[in-house]
Nanobody, 119 residues
């Protein structure tokens, strides 16, 4: 089973910045969409940002203008630059990749990484 590797979370003060990264391991031969989702405590998982293979991006309303998603197709990585962080941004961030492996196309999720924004 493909396992994504997320990094970069942590504790930051409101107004600060963090960068999350996600790497796709060997075994994935092709990738379509990549992106990030956020789940606040007690709430449903919501879209943060996605990017297609050619770099077209889509952002959730709550983060547009503050967060930037980017990808490196050669390195099979996707990053999320988060600026002007707010306490509402606190939660677990999940990397998502639409990947082709030995089992065909599937949506693969990371285990999640905690981001805490203090006021």
């Amino acid at each position: 089973q493909v396992q994504l590797v997320e990094s970069g979370g942590g504790l930051v003060q409101a107004g600060g910045s963090l960068t999350l990264s996600c790497a796709v391991p060997e075994g994935v031969s092709d990738i379509r969409d990549m992106g990030w989702y956020h789940q606040a405590p007690g709430k449903l998982r919501e879209l943060v940002a996605t990017t297609t293979y050619i770099g077209t991006t889509n952002y959730g309303d709550r983060v547009e203008g503050r967060f930037t998603v980017s990808r490196d197709n050669a390195k099979k990585t996707v990053s999320l630059q988060m600026n002007s962080l707010k306490p509402d941004d606190t939660g677990v961030y999940y990397c998502m990749v639409d990947a082709f492996s030995h089992i065909g196309w599937s949506l693969v999720w990371g285990r999640g990484i905690q981001v805490t924004v203090s006021s």
